[in-house]
């Protein structure tokens, strides 16, 4: 069913503070232009470079390129399409699964540019900036609303299907031109596409509380195995006890006897020692 698409004027809360952030660093970078020394070095850790991310094991990388931007119509670009698509991702996921598809995207694009840094271009050339995401936002938008009616630059009205198919097919021209970045702009739709497809696994990988139930259930199992074993125990000591007497029975069986009684405790309470399956529970 197609629609207008009228642009959401009151922000989501995820895409607030995305938005806010990146303009906070972006102020404070143009601030300190006097001292483009300092900006070399700090920006030197925090953007994307291939080489430092391999040979330093620079992982943060990762994450803090995507709040560096280094430019005024970069940033406005892509905040502008953040709240573009934003938002209404945000309202049809909810916020906390809106954040993980954000940054599985942009973490995704810095990963597929530095691979192909180090195959087609040179590994010292940095990236920084949200543009991955961008692209990853568009391709939800087109898949989870493809007929419905977009501005593209604020002036064309088109399908949002249509609208990613061009954007593809423009950054895959750039790409085979040799434009490295546009690789990592189509490796944020890359992972994109492997979100939204395979959804279901990344809602249970990305679960903690159905993962917290999960491993409670292996626990109630570990704890009933424990039980039996040990309850097979407590029943031998026991018929040694009605033989020989408490005098005849070491520590160790002593110990025994506690642990049985306390699983049954617990057993008849319900109530599970996270101590006792610490392993289990990590």
């Known amino acids: 069913m197609e629609r207008d698409y009228s642009f959401e ?52 990388q990762l994450f803090t390129h995507l709040f560096i931007h280094l430019d005024v119509l970069t940033i406005l670009f892509n905040m502008l399409a ?9 309202r049809y996921w909810g ?31 940095p990236a920084a900036g949200t543009t991955g995401i961008v692209f990853g936002l568009l391709l939800a938008f087109g898949m989870i609303y493809p007929d419905t009616i977009i501005l593209i630059l604020l002036l064309f009205p088109m399908k949002a299907k249509y609208a ?11 790409a085979f031109n040799g434009g490295i970045y546009s690789i990592g702009y189509l490796g944020g739709m890359a992972f994109g596409y492997v979100y939204i497809k395979k959804q279901a696994f990344f809602d249970d990988l990305f679960n903690m509380e159905k993962r917290k139930k999960k491993k409670l ?8 195995e424990d039980f039996d074993k040990i309850q097979l125990e407590a029943d031998r000591i026991l018929e040694k006890i009605s033989l020989y007497g408490m005098e005849k029975i070491s520590e160790k069986e002593k ?28």
Not at 82 to 90: A, K, V
Not at 97 to 124: E, V
């Open 217 to 224: 259930e292996q626990i109630v199992i570990k704890r009933e």
């Open 95 to 125: 916020t906390r699964k809106f954040i993980i598809y954000y940054f599985f995207t942009g973490i995704g694009a810095g990963l597929t540019y530095t691979i192909f840094c180090f195959l087609l271009a040179s590994p010292m050339l």
């Open 164 to 174: 990613v198919m061009i954007f593809g097919a423009v950054e895959c021209l750039i």
């Open 82 to 90: 953040l709240w573009m698509f934003g938002t209404s991702l945000e």
């Open 9 to 60: 004027v009151r922000l989501t809360p995820a895409v607030t503070w995305i938005i806010a952030i990146n303009t906070i660093i972006f102020l404070f970078i143009q601030l300190l232009g006097p001292f483009s020394g300092i900006i070399t070095t700090v920006a030197g850790w925090l953007v994307l470079t291939p080489a430092r991310l391999v040979y330093n094991v620079a992982i943060w």
């Open 255 to 282: 110990r025994i006897l506690d642990k049985a009684s306390k699983l049954l405790k617990q057993r008849e309470q319900n109530i599970i020692d996270l101590e006792d399956y610490r392993k289990y529970w990590k």
